[in-house]
């Protein structure tokens, strides 16, 4: 599917929909924002004919739009030819780098994720971490698209990244070889008689993907599938129509997601279709893992499962993001990002700053780092300028997860004697693994 076919026919929950642009609404303005558009044009003026060097009427038109939209919420932006270039990329294309999915913090470069398997994951790059210099040379205070611009690059070429990682004394250095990252966001193994399909990102057709990985799993164990891990740790989101297609997968009735925005005629409800064959693992046991890096689309998936009591949802607190970002063009290859609505999950609850809490909560003890990151989870709250929810929340509410739960106390020894490399995914693995026929699960143990 094209990019131009993607954008008419599904949504982003970082782009929900395509709003057509009309000339007429561009260039309307309501004579109550006369005056204080007047103000803008006068220091437009003012920068024109005394700025200390020519300015560019683009750059300053730029400037003016992304004001106004970084003004609003961390969300709402605006897309030049190269930012929607970029977009194209994430849904539909491949490209040369590291894998790394980053935003900008008060003018530091911050790793919201990094794409499993990329060479950047492979280095050990994690979601929370800041990229202080690249080769050397400090981009902080830059632009995010510089930086973007300079990770990227021919395959087979190496970059030096300076780390700051929160909780860690001093920065760090990893040089990591670029290559293609191409969008392969499903992928499947077996454990034992237990399937865990891992999703890394929302893009083009991942319903019909984690369809024929469950088809392909169910084959290769024979039929004898006795459990589902459905891996979304690190996953930032992207498309809705791929979150909702997912989540009715496994779902035979009920509401997936809805959405509501300041007017009524925004709110719209998507259900799970029951003219379809229902749930394609016919209840097999399913547990939905999360943590602090999954946002947007994912916590969509995990919400509905989790309401529909379809799933047990494991790990720690999703990153938050419950906000539903429109794209309007405004010409042929630009276009505003703007957030129009919020999204609920079934029960009616808004994920925005608060997040999917886990049923279980469970810490990821195999990572060395765990405990300094613990106490600086990086989260949709704290975004500068993020929508509140409307409910409040208390900080003590949305930090509960962080206290340390003693049925979690193994050791690195222990762990390194055990070969368990991801604590999260053997925990679940053996949780359903308690749910399986005794057969499969002697069989299981002798792996």
Do not use: C
């Not at 929909?17 to 003012?46: C, H, M, N, W």
């Not at 060395?368 to 989260?379: F, G, I, M, T, V």
């Amino acid at each position: 599917m094209k990019f131009a076919d993607l954008l008419r026919a599904t949504a982003l929950v970082t782009a929900v929909a395509l709003i057509p642009a009309t000339t007429a609404g561009l260039a309307a303005v309501d004579s109550r924002t006369g005056p204080e558009f007047g103000k803008l044009l006068a220091v437009y003026e003012r920068i024109k004919s005394n700025y200390v060097e020519p300015i560019d009427d683009e750059k300053l038109l730029k400037g003016a739009i992304d004001g106004m939209l970084s003004s609003l919420d961390p969300h709402s932006s605006y897309l030049d030819v190269r930012d929607f270039e970029n977009l194209r990329t994430q849904t539909e294309g491949s490209y040369g780098g590291l894998g790394l999915s980053v935003t900008l913090d008060d003018g530091a470069v911050k790793v919201i994720a990094p794409t499993k398997g990329s060479p950047a994951d492979l280095a050990g790059v994690k979601a929370g971490d800041y990229i202080t210099h690249l080769d050397g040379k400090l981009i902080y205070g830059g632009s995010l698209d510089e930086a973007v611009d300079q990770m990227r690059g021919v395959p087979g070429t190496q970059i030096k990244l300076s780390v700051f990682r929160p909780g860690r004394d001093e920065p760090f250095d990893v040089a990591i070889t670029r290559k293609i990252i191409e969008l392969k966001p499903v992928e499947w193994e077996l454990q034992g008689n237990v399937a865990v399909i891992s999703v890394s990102s929302f893009s083009a057709d991942v319903g019909a993907s984690v369809k024929k990985a469950w088809a392909e799993a169910k084959a290769k164990a024979g039929g004898r599938v006795t459990g589902l891990v459905l891996d979304l740790r690190g996953n930032p989101g992207g498309l809705l129509d791929e979150a909702i297609a997912l989540s009715d997968l496994f779902l035979e009735r009920g509401n997936i997601v809805s959405q509501r925005g300041r007017y009524a005629r925004d709110t719209e409800v998507y259900p799970a279709e029951i003219d379809t064959k229902g749930d394609i693992a016919k209840g097999t046991p399913m547990i939905v893992l999360i943590d602090e890096g999954s946002a947007s689309a994912s916590e969509i998936v995990a919400g509905a499962l989790q309401d529909q009591h379809r799933a047990v949802v494991m790990g720690q607190r999703s990153f938050g993001k419950g906000s539903v970002q429109t794209l309007i063009p405004l010409t042929r290859d630009t276009a505003v990002k703007l957030t129009t609505a919020r999204y609920y999950t079934p029960s009616g609850r808004s994920v925005q700053e608060g997040g999917i809490d886990p049923d279980i909560t469970v810490p990821q003890i195999s990572d060395p780092d765990l405990r300094k990151r613990q106490a600086r989870s990086y989260r949709e709250s704290d975004l500068r300028g993020h929508l509140i929810n409307e409910i409040k929340l208390e900080d003590k509410d949305l930090e509960k997860d962080k206290i340390d739960d003693p049925r979690f106390k193994m050791t690195a020894e222990e762990l390194k004697a055990r070969n368990i490399k991801d604590f999260q995914l053997y925990y679940a693995v053996q949780t359903l693994g308690r749910t399986a026929p005794r057969s499969a699960l002697a069989a299981k143990m002798k792996r």
